[in-house]
């Protein structure tokens, strides 16, 4: 064979001390699988040192990371910040990472064991910051797989603590709100200050790829009621902070732990009679807490066309107050009986409590019925404007109340779930 038709292989030259190759370790020490990953290492190595041997990487193609490490099924998912997806695609459930690590502020809140058990349920990691007792966020940690729910404690006044809790997430959900002030938390606060604070720790913070700021239906400026106007200046803060958060502004919201029905119940039970504020005829749109929370689950699955958006989420039907206080005594089976109370004589009934609230030196129960701020709120409507976004923007359909919404109430039965009747069963035959 001629000389010419042979193939040149270019000198190697000689290892130095300096540059040795990493042994693998022996079969003794190491798996297969580890061998495996030592050899491509140390080829790899060899191909990088000596460029002379470049025309074998095509022949021999290596890992730069050990084997596995870039192949597509490990890549992650996650898309950048402000556009896409930010749940990865997969089977869901508890035990599947969905690639959300989510700071819940308000966890412990009535809404946020709703979020949270939602949260868990699609594989996510849930950070819950709590202020209070040790016992506080217990039953979060049920809602999902070992590991999954993470309490921290912290100080909403100290800004190095919401650090701390925020730092490895990746999604901030806002839940935290007062109906009522206290010697110690304003309305301002609790319901704008500390909302601002969140936006701009989240926006500093550079890897929040979605806010959610929940807000209240009915927040607005213009508003008589402190609360809601301290909610309205809460979303223009937090929009001018964050321009990509989303904005909820649920209506009254119904539940099992609810502040509505069940204070209504616990009343009419222990009075024999229910005050009306006012002539019970301000109308409002009350929303199950289970619908509120999908549809935070569901701005969160979506591209990202939620961002910057604002949506209002009231239930399918209008209610008067009058007509809300009848279906929770069809279902705590009680003859209705009323008291109806003009809204000048019930601001006067509770002013005392706002008047002293920061005078005495010691707390004050917290108002049920007559509270300050929710009777300036009932003297108009609390609806969902024409124009605005809601639940059927999110592709979510809400649950009537009348049925299983309102079942909870059944406990108030004084003989026991079966005890009584219903409204159409009061009917006899001749009425028809």
Not at 282 to 302: E, F, G, W
């Amino acid at each position: 064979m001629a000389p010419s038709t042979l193939l040149s292989f270019p000198k190697l030259p000689l290892l130095s001390s300096s540059a040795s190759l990493p042994l693998p370790l022996t079969p003794t020490l190491c798996s297969f699988k580890t061998m495996q990953v030592c050899w491509r290492r140390s080829g790899q190595r060899l191909l990088d040192h000596y460029p002379a041997l470049s025309p074998f990487k095509s022949i021999y193609p290596l890992s730069s990371d050990g084997y596995g490490i870039d192949h597509p099924r490990y890549v992650s998912t996650i898309s950048i910040k402000g556009a896409g997806h930010v749940v990865r695609k997969g089977t869901g459930g508890r035990s599947s990472v969905s690639g959300i690590i989510a700071t819940v502020f308000g966890a412990t809140g009535f809404l946020g064991r709703y979020v949270v058990q939602q949260l868990a349920k699609m594989g996510s990691q849930v950070l819950v910051p709590f202020r209070g007792s040790e016992d506080s966020h217990r039953h979060l940690k049920l809602m999902g797989d070992l590991g999954q729910i993470v309490p921290m404690k912290y100080n909403p006044r100290d800004e190095n603590s919401i650090k701390a809790v925020m730092a490895k997430a990746n999604v901030v959900l806002n839940l935290i709100g007062r109906e009522y002030e206290t010697r110690n938390y304003s309305f301002e606060e609790v319901n704008h200050a500390m909302a601002e604070q969140l936006a701009v720790i989240a926006k500093e913070h550079g890897g929040i790829m979605r806010f959610i700021q929940v807000s209240c239906l009915g927040a607005s400026s213009s508003s008589p009621s402190r609360m809601l106007r301290a909610k309205a200046a809460a979303e223009e803060s937090v929009l001018r902070v964050f321009p990509e958060a989303t904005i909820m502004k649920p209506g009254i919201m119904i539940g099992t732990e609810d502040r509505i029905l069940n204070r209504w119940a616990q009343f009419a039970k222990k009075w024999s009679f229910l005050p009306l504020i006012g002539d019970g005829s301000t109308k409002i749109q009350p929303v199950y807490v289970v619908d509120v929370a999908a549809a935070i689950i569901a701005s969160l699955k979506d591209d990202g066309s939620s961002m910057g958006k604002i949506y209002e989420l009231g239930g399918p039907e209008l209610f008067t107050v009058h007509q809300l206080a009848e279906l929770m005594y069809d279902m705590i089976r009680e003859w209705p009986r009323y008291v109806k109370i003009p809204f000048p004589i019930a601001k006067a009934l509770a002013s005392p409590r706002e008047f002293l609230l920061k005078k005495v030196p010691f707390p004050l129960p917290n108002p049920d019925i007559f509270n300050l701020d929710q009777i300036n709120a009932l003297t108009v409507d609390t609806l969902v404007s024409e124009n605005a976004l809601t639940f059927s923007d999110l592709g979510i359909v809400p649950h009537k109340l009348k049925g299983y919404p309102v079942e909870y109430l059944i406990c108030y039965r004084k003989g026991g779930p079966a005890y009584g009747s219903t409204v159409s069963e009061r009917v006899t035959g001749s009425e028809f």
